[in-house]
């Protein structure tokens, strides 16, 4: 596929594969195409030529809440959370598709919107178990530290039950500890949940440790693609990354 | 939960079910109802006057108006300064039914809790039109829209003789199961209907923003981008904010012509709108108490005002009319002093209290 804004060929030509049940990353220097592609998936972007396909379903002009209908959930690299709610608020957000009541039904709060808002909150808490934040449920996000954010920003994903689920950049700005809990975090999400990953990250050591494939890509095209120790060896990725010698 | 459900010390849920109580301690709901019942019962012991019962009146119908207020800027962030408008509709739409009918039509003097539904539904659909606009705008332009539609509606019911040109347009004395409320009683029976209708109407939001249609109004307020992510339409969320301040908004018009039985222009003005948004904010954006606080504090200091200024009249020379100056300078000066000193506004005051009678007399 191929987007392009006015004259700047933000990604020309890509085509890639994601694997069902597999870890895969697309790495890249900055301004490479990353975050592009991954609006692209999740609807925020439309290519300007080419398609996106998931599974049957056609993704190439859905809107963004439409893809998320679908089983994709995205995990912003900005941290995109709900600043004035608390953090169980913001994940019960990402459940306003399974609490189907009416309004009627909400004013009264009796009955069904009560019994599906306590059964939700039940997965909710599920999740906020899984991924260890129970000290914070309560706080409002805008208070919490940045690593915490993040986790945040990657449970708000997950509490959504994808199948597919987009990570942009979930380390950036993160200690070696907080970096670590995290790359645990993915590994589980991926063996515990059964859910598919791909990540998108800078830091290179964790993608060449977790990844089951990796796409890069360098000025808006695909440069190169395999195993990760395919690709630490092919001499166009280094190039990109280190320079000519 | 704890074994004491009276004096909870600490939080014992032990169920999810529980922990979306509203009231947490017996104790809370007790004091909660002896508040209301005393809401209702103290006009048995106490008469006001008139002017005083009118004053009470008109602070409910403002709660009433304030709730919607609150509900599309404080909770969905969406700054309408055509709120007076909104309750203008609810208001002309008793009017008009009132000039088409006949001002005692048995649609208006015995069907009138169907008419109050009536007008906030008109109300909605207004408001749902006028927020039409938020599909594509934000923040300050939209707020320029909403501030258009309170002037498309001031020219319109100015310059259409259906609307008498803005001259206030008469509705009958209405009925009740005893008979016709006679004009002793005409501002004691609607205090009790407004009373009813505050309680209801404040139950039902705040149930409203426990569920994931007030949880949507917030998250389209912090984050539009990530409300989309989440499988929201943020363009029809909004709309849906707008709806819903409208119909509260009708309601709080309808009421309003109900009680000086008939609706007039100078009611529903750039003014007013104003004065509503000062009053969310002085009771506080975002809080549900806050719409009740605020029409409360700002009409108390109206009154004060008026009264210090016929204290002023026993040693002032009459030319010189200090009420004029004088209202919209403390006005002014309270709105200024709560977005610098306090921006959660009178809501907050009171979850400083709340808190601290909660833990007295601990300190933590």
Redesign the interface.
């Known amino acids: 596929m191929t987007l392009i804004f006015g004259g700047l060929y933000a990604l020309t030509d890509v085509n890639l594969t994601i694997r069902p049940g597999l870890i895969t990353s697309i790495i890249g220097p900055n301004g490479a195409g990353k975050t592009s592609l991954l609006n692209c998936i999740s609807g925020f972007y439309h290519p300007t030529r080419g398609k996106i396909h998931f599974g049957e379903r056609a993704l190439t002009h859905a809107a963004p809440h439409q893809v998320s209908s679908w089983g994709i959930a995205r995990a912003f690299q900005n941290l995109e959370l709900f600043k004035g709610l608390t953090v169980l608020d913001n994940l019960m957000l990402a459940r306003h598709r399974n609490l189907r009541y009416s309004l009627w039904h909400a004013l009264i709060y009796w009955g069904k919107a009560s019994r599906l808002e306590a059964e939700n909150r039940a997965f909710v808490e599920e999740i906020i178990d899984f991924m260890e934040l129970e000290p914070h449920r309560k706080h409002p996000v805008g208070s919490l530290s940045y690593g915490v954010q993040k986790r945040v920003e990657v449970a708000r994903a997950l509490t959504m039950a994808p199948q597919l689920l987009l990570l942009d950049e979930p380390m950036a700005g993160m200690n070696i500890e907080e970096k670590e809990d995290m790359v645990r975090f993915i590994l589980d999400i991926q063996k515990e949940r059964r859910i598919t990953v791909v990540l998108v990250e800078h830091d290179l050591g964790v993608v060449m440790d977790i990844s089951d494939h990796i796409y890069v890509l360098d000025f808006g095209q695909l440069i190169g693609s395999g195993r990760p120790d395919e690709v630490a060896r092919d001499p166009k990725v280094i190039e990109a990354y280190i320079g000519e010698k | 939960m704890s074994s004491n459900r009276w004096f909870a010390t600490g939080n014992f849920f032990s169920?999810?079910?529980a922990?979306?109580r509203i009231f947490f301690t017996h104790l809370d709901r007790t004091v909660f109802a002896v508040f209301l019942l005393a809401l209702f019962v103290w006009p048995l012991c106490v008469e006001l006057s008139n002017k005083y019962m009118l004053v009470l009146d008109n602070i409910l119908i403002a709660m009433i108006a304030i709730i919607g207020l609150n509900l599309v800027t404080g909770f969905a962030g969406l700054i309408s300064i055509g709120h007076a408008a909104f309750v203008g509709v609810g208001a002309y739409t008793l009017a008009f039914v009132a000039r088409q009918l006949g001002d005692s039509h048995i649609l208006i003097t015995h069907a009138w809790p169907l008419m109050l539904v009536l007008c906030g539904l008109v109300g909605a659909l207004f408001g749902a039109f006028v927020g039409l606009p938020a599909l594509r705008l934000k923040h300050l332009y939209l707020a320029i829209a909403t501030l258009s539609f309170q002037m498309i509606f001031q020219w319109t019911i100015n310059f259409l003789p259906l609307f008498n040109q803005g001259q206030t347009i008469p509705i009958g004395r209405i009925y009740w199961f005893t008979g016709m409320v006679s004009r002793q009683n005409h501002y004691i029976f609607w205090y009790y209907v407004i009373l009813t209708l505050v309680v209801l109407m404040g139950l039902?939001v705040r149930?409203?923003l426990?569920?994931?249609?007030?949880?949507?109004l917030?998250?389209v307020?912090?984050?539009d981008?990530?409300?989309?992510?989440?499988?929201?339409?943020p363009g029809l969320t909004k709309v849906f904010a707008f709806a819903l301040a409208g119909f509260f908004a009708g309601v709080a018009g309808a009421l309003h012509a109900y009680l000086y039985r008939g609706a007039g222009i100078e009611s529903f003005t750039l003014h007013q709108s104003i004065t509503y948004l000062a009053m969310a904010i002085v009771g506080g954006l975002?809080t549900l108490t806050g719409s009740f606080w605020g029409p409360a504090a700002i009409r108390f200091l109206d009154l004060q005002v008026e009264n210090m200024v016929e204290w002023s009249a026993h040693f002032l020379p009459a030319t010189l009319n200090l009420a004029t100056a004088l209202k919209p300078l403390t006005f002014g000066l309270v709105i200024v002093l709560f977005l610098m000193f306090e921006p959660r506004g009178i809501a907050n005051w009171w979850r400083i209290c709340r808190t601290y009678l909660k833990l007295w007399p601990y300190r933590y």
């Open positions: 169920s999810y079910k922990e979306q039902a149930n409203l426990r569920t994931r249609f007030g949880r949507s917030v998250a307020r912090d984050n981008r990530a409300a989309d992510a989440m499988g929201m339409h975002g």
